[in-house]
């Protein structure tokens, strides 16, 4: 079964302190690594996908990396409407996207 | 790119009745589409995957009678919540994929049901 683990739970960031979230997996053969943004009651927004390790994406003041273990999200100079849950989940071999619990970020004028 | 709607955003049912929720993929058609549910700070649960024209696939301990689905376009699935009670209330937000189920999906505002 795939499984991902996402860290720290919650965040809290100065604006301006650059940080990276982290997101441990494990997948029976990755298809994709997928990063969403998910405001309170609302649904996820898609940020990024990665399909390789190595492979790098940026937008704005994110940008996310991936391992053959891990993926970060880094955050730099993060601003206040840049605070949110950020989700991370895999689809591998059993043909279905896992979700990790995601990270809370929130950052403070 | 790549929107998808829900409706309604907000529902309050009284409980045995049925509730329907709607999912529409505004400017792509979707091959794929999912329903999740959310309980407070918890991660997303996937109920049940749908493709155009066939039967949802449900994912273990789903009721597929209490939870009907139906994807009956490219661009349209509803989730009918049957019968419903208090523990049913939670926030059910649906996806779609322009390819298949392992695919980034795109994702609803999600509806947030309430039975009284």
């Known amino acids: 079964e795939d499984q991902v683990t996402q860290s720290p739970e919650a965040l809290r960031l100065q604006e301006g302190e650059s940080s990276s979230l982290n997101c441990s997996y494990t997948?029976?053969?990755?298809?994709?690594l997928f990063w969403y943004r998910q405001d309170p009651g609302k649904g996820p927004e898609f940020l990024f996908t990665?399909?390789?390790a190595g492979e790098e994406k940026e937008k704005e003041r994110l940008k996310a990396t991936l391992t053959k273990k891990e993926s970060f999200l880094h955050i730099t100079a993060p601003k206040p409407e840049d605070s949110a849950t950020y989700l991370c989940?895999?689809?591998?071999?059993?043909?279905?996207?896992?979700f990790g619990t995601g990270t809370k970020l929130q950052v403070i004028p | 790119g790549a929107v998808v709607s829900q409706h309604p955003s907000r529902v309050i049912c009284k409980s045995g009745t049925s509730v329907k929720i709607e999912c529409r993929s505004l400017?792509?058609?979707?091959?794929?589409m999912f329903w999740y549910r959310q309980f407070p700070k918890q991660s997303l649960m996937l109920m049940a995957t749908?493709?155009?024209?066939?039967?949802?696939?449900?994912e273990q301990g789903v009721e597929k009678d209490k939870f009907l689905i139906n994807h009956a376009s490219l661009t349209l699935s509803t989730l009918t919540v049957t019968s419903a009670h208090p523990e049913d209330s939670s926030f059910y937000i649906c996806?779609?994929?322009?390819?298949?189920?392992?695919?980034?999906?795109?994702f609803g505002p999600g509806t947030r049901l309430t039975v009284t």
């Open positions: 400017d792509f058609q979707a091959t794929t």
């Open positions: 997948v029976s053969g990755l298809r994709g």
């Open positions: 989940a895999v689809s591998g071999g059993y043909q279905k996207v896992t």
């Open positions: 990665l399909y390789s």
């Open positions: 749908s493709n155009e024209g066939s039967k949802a696939t449900y």
């Open positions: 996806s779609a994929s322009q390819g298949s189920s392992w695919d980034e999906q795109y």
